[in-house]
């Protein structure tokens, strides 16, 4: 049996700590909880959600060496992944506490050992059999990761292999500003911005509109609308599918990084664009589905 392309993944990994109180918080004492550690960060979601439906995944990421680490890795082998990672003796692991409310959950941020990931960390044989390469933006919006990010990207094309770029997060880009952030990117790339980084990008409110000028700027784009679809674009033609639905969907944390693995999977293993499109629907509705980060 012919063994999947690999989709090599470039950026964070983290621990996820969600924690969910099961009644009203007391101030300065103790609140029962349920507490649970999940392996996370945008690469390692993508990577982890790509061996989930089958495909052949390699991340590329920088963790501490702790503990925190060894779970992570532990976890993410377990969904088989490659975990092509560097261990930082000085930089703990970079770790998500997600406080989970009824109607809300507060994210609280320590990137640790990935806001040090250097072109270093893509050490020898991390380009090995790459079908494709996919750059989370958070490796690109912040100066002490770009040299990584571009480094990637630039490798990648000089061996001839398509690089796709993830724009991650809509508060950075925009501080960065969306000229400052295209034009770091290389010609002819798969761009996968959500809904708002779209028009942040394209410095338009119409996603489709938005849509049709980055595929034109980039040479294609795939963007995601939560519970409204999704729409691709190279500039000139424009595809639209509608969301899955899905019964008794609680929480759609995850589900823009089965999209961008369900595209991925199918493209690196030779299907036709209309069906990556399908793929991406469907495992997004999947992701949309099943228990996750914060889902008890």
């Known amino acids: ?138 490796a690109l919006l912040s100066p002490r990761t770009r040299p990584a990010g571009l480094h990637a990207m630039h490798r990648a094309r000089e061996v001839g292999v398509p690089v796709s770029v993830d724009p991650a997060s809509a508060a950075p880009l925009r501080e960065l500003g969306a000229e400052a952030f295209l034009t770091m990117l290389p010609p002819r790339i798969l761009l996968t911005p959500n809904a708002e980084e779209a ?19 980039t040479g294609e784009v795939l963007v995601s609308r939560g519970a409204a679809g999704v729409v691709w674009s190279d500039g000139h033609t424009v595809r639209r599918r509608s969301a899955v639905a899905v019964t008794g969907a609680i929480d759609p944390v995850g589900a823009g990084d089965a999209l961008v693995a369900g595209l991925l999977t199918a493209r690196v293993a030779g299907h036709p664009l209309e069906a990556q499109l399908d793929e991406a629907i469907v495992a997004a509705g999947r992701a949309v589905g099943r228990p996750g980060p914060g889902r008890g």
């Open 1 to 138: 049996m012919t063994r999947p392309a690999t989709v090599v993944v470039v950026g964070d990994a983290l621990v996820d700590v969600v924690v969910r109180p099961l009644e009203d918080v007391q101030p300065g004492s103790d609140t029962a909880s349920t507490i649970r550690w999940r392996s996370g960060g945008a690469a390692a979601n993508v990577a982890r959600a790509i061996a989930d439906i089958g495909g052949r995944a390699r991340l590329v990421a920088r963790v501490g060496d702790d503990v925190a680490a060894t779970f992570l890795i532990d976890a993410l082998d377990r969904h088989g992944v490659e975990a092509h990672v560097v261990r930082d003796p000085d930089h703990p692991t970079g770790t998500v506490v997600a406080l989970v409310g009824a109607d809300d959950r507060d994210m609280l941020t320590d990137r640790g050992a990935s806001a040090h990931l250097g072109p270093g960390d893509l050490q020898p044989g991390w380009l090995d059999d790459a079908a494709h390469v996919h750059v989370s933006g958070y």
């Open 199 to 217: 028009r942040i990008l394209a410095g338009c409110d119409d996603v489709e509109q938005a849509a049709t000028r980055l595929g034109a700027r």
